[in-house]
Every structure is written in C-alpha cells, then in structure tokens.
C-alpha cells in the first residue's frame, strides 16, 4: 500500500490540521452577520497557485475560450449562476500531504459556518463523497469499471458539531467531529480550535491564524487523555511580510492489519503577491510493517514550479497545463440551480440521526434500524422545527426496472467502452472510431488498472452473440450493440457478423427502483444469469442455458419479493465470498406473447433465445439482494399508508463541442454524452485518463503518487444539456490545473527549511462534546 492509499484509507485524520488552509485561496475576507463578521473559507488550497492565463496550444482552457459562451436567458445579476463561482486549483504531487487538507475544506465548507456565527452550537451533516480527494487516485479508473452494483452511488454523511462565534477581534470555530470505526483505523472524536486574527486578503490568501487539534478514542465524551494523534496548523508573516505556514501531524493506532504510525510536516513560504514561493514537505508513515518516507522541496516563480526529492529535480510550467473539473452546478433558463429530491434527514425514537433517499438509508454511528420502525422526518428550524413521523419499511431486497433508449453509433464516436472477451478471459477497452470498433487498453489482472495497447481491430468474426455488450460510465452503464449479417457456426459455436456503420443503433437502458406502491408485473421470466433457491445462503446462481430450446426459469413477485415456483423467497441470508457485493440477476420480463415474441431466435420463431432480452425487450427488470443496504430496499410510508418516492440522479444529453483540431477533446467534437445529475455540484459520466504528475502528461495508470486520474476534458461554462424536453445550463464549479514539463530556469532552487516539532502543539481544550438536540441545521452544504 502506497502512503497516498495509506493516508486515505486509515488517516483522513489529520486532514483536520489544516483545516486553516481554508483561509486560503478566498476571493472575499469576509461576510458581516448580525453577530460580528464571518471569514470565508476557500474549498480548495494549491502550492503553488492557479494560473489565470491561457494554457498552451492545444489546451481545454484555450480552446474552451473560442466557444460563444452561453447564459441562461432570464438569468438576472443576482441569480445563483451569476452568483456561484467557480474555483481553481493545481493539482501537485509534492502538495499530497494537503489532499486530506482540501477534503476537509469542502466539508468544513459544506457546515454553512459563516450563516451560522453566533447562532450557537448546531450540527452538519457532511457528505464525505463530495469532497473524497481519492477520486483523483489511478485506481479510480478501474473502480468506475468493476463497481457496478447499487452500492458504488451509496450515501455517506458524516456527523459534526459546529461552534461559530467572534472573540473580541478573533474569529473562533470549534469542531467535534466522530467518526466509526472501520477496516483500518479506531473509532475516534476528533477537537479542532481555530482561532483567526487577520483575515485573509488578496496579498495574503492564508490570512494569520492558529489550529489545534487532537482526536481521542471513540468512547471520549470529551477532549481530553493520550490523544490518537495531534497537530497544529498556524501562519505568521516574517520580517519581509513573507507568510510563513507551518504543519504537523503526529500519531498512530493499533488497527486489524497491525501497528500504524505518521508523521507528517510543512512548510510553505509565500511572496506576498504570490508569484513565487519556497517550501518543504516531508513525512513517514508506517503501515501493517511497511514504512514509506519522503521529504520533497519546492520552489516557485511566475512561470515555473521546481519540485526536488533526493537528488531527483522536475520543473513544471505554470502557464502551460491541462485543466479538468470536478464539479458542476446545473441551472435551469432563470439561473437557478436545479435540484433533485433526493431525500432528507430522520431522527429514530432512541435518537440517532441519519438520512433516507434514492440510494438507500444511512444513520449515524450505525445505529440498527428495523421494518417495522417510527423514525421522524427533521425539519430545522430556530424554533426546534416539526418532525413528521414515518413508518420504516425494509426489505433485504430491491426491484430495479429499465428502460429501452436507443442512439446510433455516430454520437458516441470515440467514447470509452468496456468490453470481456471470454475466449482470453480479458477485459478490453474498445471505442468506435467512426468506421469500426478498435480495442485501445487492457485490463491487468494483477492491479486492476487500465493499460494502454496498441490500437488493433475488434475481430467480430468469433463473437458468443450477435451483437456487442459493453459497459461504459458515459452512457450511464451498459451498452448493447447488434451487429448486422451474423451467422451461427454450429461446429465453432460463434457467430461472424458483418461490420457496423455510424447509423448502426445503440441501445442502452434508463434505471428506476421500484416502490412497494408501484405497478409491476405479478410474474416474471427470466433466462440468463437467473437466481436459484439455496437453504444454506439463501440465493445462487442458475447454471446459465443459452440453448433455443431452453425454458427458462418463472417466478412471482409479492411483497418486493421475488419467489420462485415452490413459494421460496429468493432472499440473500448469508455472504458468501463470491456474493460479497450482494446478488444481481439478469433480465426479468413479464411473459407476455408480445414479449416471448421479441425473443424468438431468428432463424427459428418456435425456438425461444433469451440472451436477446438484455436489449430487444422495451423494458425489463433486475433483482437485487444481498447483505449490504444498497442492496436492500429502504423506503418510508406515512401515516395513510402511502409511499414516499424519491428522484433518481437526473438523465441528461450533453453533446460535446471542440473544434481545436490539436485539442485532446477534439476526438469528442460532436459526440453525445448521457451524464447523470444527483445535485449541485454532483455531474457523472465524463470519461477520465491518467496522467503523470512529472510531465503533465497522459499515461498508464498504475498504483503510485505519480499517477493522477483525472476527467478528460471540461464542460465549458454556458454549455447547454437536455432532459425530458428541457434546456439546461452548465457551470464548472472546481477546476483544476495539471502543469506540463518545462526545462529548469537557472536562478530557481529549494530552500532546506527547518521543519515544524509537535513538541509545540498545545491541547485545543474545547471542551466536552456538546449535546444538540433536533435536526441538522446544514445537510451537504444546504442551510435547512
């Protein structure tokens, strides 16, 4: 395990030291409230700064210049498109010791901190997904692949109390954050004080500050013990009004994979205009019996940032470099955000707090919840607010139904599709190039990560089926492609199919999970990848028969349960570890002559092909149950007895414009995109490549600090995607910049800075954790 998976998986602990760095990068210094003035945080802190002028030829960044931008028509000067802004960063692998620094910032920015000064102790909750800076790691790239079950979209909110409020000239936050435990790491309360006496400006973007905190075993009440770890962060101006900043964390725990320690440290000295900079990173972190250490040197000038690391130096242009983004708002013609009623928080009669949506049910501390159970719907208010009482309704399983959509091959030229060839047992990456199917990357089978190839014909004379199956996380997952002029080998068992054109039809499907109130058929047929009854476990796979002359398998469905022909429950009971992301079946159909007659085989109509129910049949349905809540339906009913309903992530069209031929995009110009909207800031489906953090450039994605994943290319501002008949308007919210490689100027070097002892961290003594009672008064950002 790296020190980057190391951090992230065991350690978003001590993220929390530089919480401060949130003063950095603001473009306001502050917002006056009733109660004093509130300091604004930025969510994102670079190194070395975003550079604002154009990258170099070929960049997104210049070419997204030459499209007419596009704002929405009644959008006023006050409207929230004109209002959101969009913010920049650089992405550097010598500033990973920060990347836990900006997860914390976009939660501590999701706490609605300054709103809330001096309004007294109230509580957040955080969307952890949001801001997980892993995101940006290679093994993303897999991930987006292989994860494909409801639990890759699952919700994840964190609990914390938040104290905002003035001190004389000082600003003060006080934080208690809990967090479970997990694979790696105790469950722990984290104390952090914060106490800011300059606030941040255009010549200073760190403001002067001081941040304490610990964290303590989960069983703590208060702060105080043998902390689990402890730090500091703090900024302070030397004689040349150079801003100094300062950090460290230092800790460890006993966890399931053995003994782990950190240690990490910097120091950043800025310019007062920013132009150029000096600083050192430096750490050692020892994980299961495996330590890594590194200690990098940074310099910077207006153009170029120098990185060295025993003996190794790079040099990296400022003013030339790709750029992505990661976060999009959407808006509708007035400019105001659109939004999806994706669910909302409740509060369980013993007190524990959660939230309940599309994707599932999550309460805090992994509180139990059961069918059967009273919760309450939390409305926040200064008052205490109403909470409406709901009946829990659980089940260990859910029913998702899909919808035939079809495109043709034209508009979705180049994009990235995910294909298994099982005669090799290999998993490839194929795109239509405009006049066949080429692979273009495998899969390793030892790291899971996508391998660049050189590009060869997609041979579609061996094929298991008539036509294409592919996976892709740009037309929103899978993708079926009939081939014209096959023939059947009855000696080779394959077929050979003639070649697709661009007008050749694309077929994929729109996902709904089924409510206990919603109409389905009562039976089902089902012929592939069908689940069986199991005393011991619960459910198994059917032994697949792909024959003509195969029946098939029937089954009921009462009660959100799918039951075979004995009246078994088809329930999950126990994990297996083949089932350990849950139990997914394939096509179930209501029998129906119209329906049987879609999957008549084509050279016989009395014979019956079920393989082609993945893609003839207008809509169809899956079954889904396992061990895990994504797996499970959780929905609510109220007192009448009717169900609420909630909005899946919103379908939108996107169709990509770049006519810089030298652009890396340009491959994209005019290729349509089925992208998923689940809410501000919340835009999936753009395909991604990795990239070396040493030359900026594209390149293989392995397991290493020098391999960034990142979106291939950025939808510029004012762009325009379609749903359901209507326009919308799209704006990056969180750009970053990814320099290229340049020759080192001579006149730049690193300086060996001293670094920072934790022999001067001092105890953030913010007392016990405070008890607040009734709904949480930010979810995700949102003031309720």
Known sequence: MNRRTFIHSSLRIWSLCAMLLTYGCGNENSTSTGSGTALELAEKVSVVDASSTLAGSGSLSKALVRLAKTNPP?????????????????????????????????????????EKLGKGNYKAFIDINQCDQSNDSAASAGQN????????????????????????????????IREGADDYEPAKLICLKTVISESVSDTNPYGIFISTFAAYPGANTTCEGIPIFKGFLKSEKDENEKVLLKFIVDGGFAGSSGESTFSEKAVLDRAADGKSMQGRVAGTNSFGGKADTYDFGIASNEEVFMREDEGSTVCLSRTDFHESAWRYGVYDADGKRVTRNSGFPIKTSDGAHGWIGYWGLWIDNDANVSNGDTVYKEVFSEDGGTATPYTVVKIGAKLKKYTRQTATLNFIKNIPLDWFDNASMTNYRVKWNGSKFVKFATMSQSDWFWKNITESDLDLSELDFGELN????????????????????????????????????????TEDIVYPDDTVPSSFRCYDNCPKYDASSGVVNHESDFSPE??????????????DTDDNSLLMTSESESMQWGFNSGPLFEPTAENLALLACDWDPTET??????????????????????????????SSGVFLAFEAPLAVEYTHSQTDTS???????????????????????????????DTGEVTNCSDGSDIRWSPEFMVPEGATMTAGGATYYVKPLEVEQVMKSTTCPSGLSVTDFDLPEISLWEDPAIGAEPTVEGAPAVIGGVLQ
């Not at 900006?102 to 300054?114: D, F, K, S, V």
């Not at 195969?550 to 039951?563: C, E, I, Q, V």
């Not at 079920?610 to 797996?631: A, D, I």
């Not at 652009?663 to 995109?673: C, E, L, P």
């Open 470 to 509: 592919f996976w892709s996380q740009a037309i929103g997952g899978q993708v079926r492609v009939p081939l014209p002029n096959c023939t059947w080998d009855d000696v080779e068992m394959k077929s050979s199919c003639g070649s697709p054109d661009n007008d050749t039809e694309v077929i994929y499907f």
């Open 663 to 693: 652009a890396i995009d340009y491959k994209y110009h005019g290729v349509k995109f089925f992208l998923d909207y689940g809410g501000f800031g919340d835009l999936q489906g753009i395909p991604g490549v990795c990239r070396s953090m």
């Open 145 to 176: 692949s292989t994860n494909q079950t409801s639990g890759s979209n699952r919700t994840d909110y964190e609990t914390w109390l938040v104290h905002s409020a003035t001190d004389g000239d000082n600003h003060v936050l006080k934080m208690w």
């Open 609 to 638: 092909c079920g393989w082609k129910g993945w893609s003839v049949l207008s809509e169809y349905y899956t079954y889904e149950t396992g061990p895990n809540q994504w797996n499970q339906f959780s929905g609510l009913k109220d």
């Open 550 to 563: 195969a029946t098939g398998h029937t089954y009921t469905f009462a009660d959100m349960l799918l039951k």
């Open 74 to 114: 009644n959008a006023t000067a006050t409207s929230e498109w004109s209002t959101d802004e969009t913010q920049k960063f650089v992405a550097e692998r010598s500033a990973e010791a920060f990347d836990i620094v900006n997860e914390i910032l976009c939660m501590i920015a999701q706490t609605g901190y300054q």
